[in-house]
């Protein structure tokens, strides 16, 4: 059931940057919190950027500075640039909406599955050096 809808992924080289464009499309949980997830192939989900209920922004260690996450005015549009690729970034990439406790959770370390909130199908991301 596709409840989010990703795009603007891409292949590019190390150094590229691309612009990740996700809206919520049949969510109806209450889900307030919104951020960005990538997986690559034998790895779990990780958060990438998330929107704090407060309106702040927290990025993972590997992409700060690199990457910006914002949203439209209307709050329906998620964005995520990423600027300076590195192969390493590539994999799968997913927007989610959340509580925003389990949002923030998912950023902490512990594992944890996609099986609540609301989720997209992904954008692939192929950075190649």
């Known amino acids: 059931q596709v409840q989010m809808v990703e795009s603007g992924g891409g292949s590019v080289q190390a150094g590229g940057s691309l612009r990740l464009s996700c809206v919520r499309s049949?969510?109806?949980?209450?889900?307030?919190?919104v951020g960005w997830f990538r997986q690559a192939p034998g790895k779990e989900r990780e958060g990438v950027a998330r929107i704090e209920s407060n309106g702040g922004a927290k990025y993972a260690d590997s992409v700060r500075g690199r990457f910006t996450i914002s949203q439209d005015s209307d709050k329906k549009t998620l964005f995520l640039q990423m600027d300076n690729l590195k192969p390493g970034d590539s994999g799968m990439y997913y927007c989610?909406?959340?509580?925003?406790?389990?949002?923030?959770?998912?950023?902490?370390?512990?594992?944890?599955?996609?099986?609540?909130?609301?989720w997209g199908q992904g954008t692939q991301v192929t950075v190649s050096s």
């Open positions: 049949g969510c109806t949980l209450h889900t307030p919190c």
């Open positions: 989610s909406a959340q509580t925003c406790p389990d949002l923030a959770t998912m950023f902490t370390g512990a594992h944890w599955e996609p099986r609540f909130g609301c």
